[in-house]
């Protein structure tokens, strides 16, 4: 296995509590969650685990697809490295925004009018 992909399954797990208390996540997604939980601690499994130590081959294989399926809204919920560049500074990050150009001319205008 990949070393960078079970870094990445690892970072995945953790993001995990974040995906089950964010309420614009969809149930069927909270429940393919629960169904992983409870297949792996259910006693009953595809391959049983006495059968030549291939038993939690199942169980792997269950969290992986759980994992893979659901990664691009667990990849949400991963820290962002600021330590270096912006350490000390405060930051505000996701924000969308857009820049408008004043027409200066109606401004002098208003000015003139004001005096």
Excluded: C
Excluded at 20 to 30: E, G, H, L, T
Excluded at 45 to 72: N, Q, R
């Amino acid at each position: 296995m990949n070393p960078y992909f079970a870094f990445l399954l690892l970072k995945r797990i953790k993001g995990l509590k974040f995906l089950m208390k964010d309420p614009a996540i969809s149930k069927w997604y909270k429940a393919l969650v629960i169904f992983g939980i409870i297949y792996l601690i259910s006693p009953i499994d595809l391959i049983p685990f006495p059968v030549l130590g291939f038993g939690l081959l199942d169980d792997l294989a269950v969290w992986i697809f759980i994992l893979s399926f659901l990664g691009e809204q667990l990849d949400k919920y991963q820290p962002k490295d600021y330590s270096k560049k912006y350490k000390g500074k405060k930051v505000i990050d996701d924000i969308d925004f857009e820049v408008k150009k004043e027409n200066t001319e109606e401004k002098d205008e208003e000015d003139d009018l004001d005096e």
